[in-house]
């Protein structure tokens, strides 16, 4: 079976959708299958991911675009490819590519639909346009999927699909992303490789540091960490065309000497960075957030979570079980929880414990066989 997976991005370049897609179409690989990844060429500059990427690059296509606008654009070259499928996967939201999807007066194969989230940009020219897609093209792009997958029903119920989810049920799947258990596992905390002190601290936080993941809420979290312990400690992972930014504020709230900016590491780096902190911050601010993959590997290591109580979110942590939710943009109750959780080692050690239990549960080997049973029963 030959399975062709479009993402607006892929690794190395910022974004969940892009580290989504390759970990399937690697997952599908190692069963037999040959799946491939379409996205488009790197743009001159580009953001790179908050990790380094290795990976066999032989199965993802680079085309040359069009016309690009952000992780918007027209792709060149893509209908032999989509063609020779026995299954179309669309990663969505794909602004540009989508449009071209649903024009290009050929027949297409069996689609299955992820989709990953609502992309929202306030009061910007990108919102005006994810705002007019959703209005003229959405639905008509969803009703293209034989299977909609999203990672959780909580967020389909409450995302801007939440019309079309209660229409057509059926069409609609549950798979939450997977993740390596094995590689994102409990070891040794290993902080004073960072100049951290063995006792003080220690806050974690993951993602890009780009205009596209403003809704990391990492300036919240900045409001939230001046509140906290001044022995603490804040770790960043990721990089972006706004880390300057990041920096300057740090520095103008006067907790610069307390925030270490790591820029991208490895994933071997990000392991062993999830095993050396106390608590994961992930204080996302809006429904962009869907799901929560670091998340996930923090909990996979062991380590407890204060989130956002977001639709998604909150299927990944688990309120009072393996971290604690706070409603997002709120400064004050994330500094609240995250004293909390770093106050009480009893508590922590608990919430450890039931994080990795819980993490378990999302394994790649699970998530890829759902995949191929789903791929088979989209083409009978």
């Not at 602004?95 to 297409?108: R, S």
């Not at 540091?209 to 809704?215: K, N, V």
């Not at 990391?216 to 509140?227: D, E, P, R, Y």
């Not at 972006?240 to 590491?265: C, Q």
């Amino acid at each position: 079976m030959r399975v062709i997976h479009i993402a607006c991005v892929a690794p190395p370049e910022i974004g969940g959708i892009g580290q989504v897609a390759l970990r399937e179409v690697t997952g599908l690989r190692a069963h037999g299958v040959d799946a491939r990844l379409i996205a488009p060429e790197l743009p001159a500059g580009h953001h790179a991911s908050t990790v380094l990427a290795d990976y066999d690059r032989s199965f993802v296509h680079r085309l040359p675009t069009a016309w690009r606008f952000g992780n918007a654009s027209l792709l060149e070259g893509w209908r032999e490819l989509v063609s020779s499928a026995d299954v179309l996967h669309l990663h969505y939201p794909y602004y540009g590519f989508t449009e071209q999807l649903l024009f290009a007066g050929m027949d297409l194969p069996p689609i299955v639909i992820t989709y990953h989230m609502d992309a929202t940009a306030k009061k910007t020219v990108r919102g005006w346009i994810f705002a007019l897609h959703r209005f003229f093209f959405q639905n008509a792009i969803l009703r293209l999927g034989k299977r909609i997958i999203v990672s959780s029903f909580d967020y389909a119920r409450n995302a801007s699909v939440a019309r079309f989810f209660r229409k057509d049920p059926d069409r609609f799947q549950e798979l939450p992303f997977g993740i390596d258990t094995v590689k994102f596992s409990p070891g040794l905390d290993e902080r004073e490789r960072l100049m951290i002190g063995e006792s003080d601290p220690t806050i974690l936080f993951v993602g890009g540091l780009d205009e596209a993941h403003a809704f990391k809420g990492l300036s919240v979290l900045f409001k939230a960490f001046i509140m906290i312990d001044s022995a603490a400690h804040l770790v960043i992972v990721g990089d972006g065309d706004k880390r300057a930014d990041f920096e300057a504020e740090a520095r103008e709230l006067g907790i610069a000497s307390r925030v270490h900016f790591m820029g991208r590491v490895r994933v071997d780096e990000l392991v062993s960075l999830y095993r050396s902190a106390d608590v994961f911050a992930f204080p996302s601010t809006s429904q962009a957030e869907a799901f929560g993959l670091v998340a996930l590997e923090a909990q996979a290591c062991g380590l407890p979570v204060v989130a956002s109580d977001l639709p998604g979110v909150r299927t990944v942590v688990r309120q009072d079980e393996t971290g604690l939710l706070v409603p997002p943009n709120d400064s004050e109750l994330l500094a609240d929880a995250l004293t909390d959780v770093l106050s009480h080692p009893q508590k922590r050690m608990q919430f450890s414990i039931e994080a990795r239990k819980h993490a378990l549960q999302y394994g790649y080997e699970a998530h890829t066989s759902e995949l191929m049973e789903m791929y088979r029963q989209v083409c009978e």
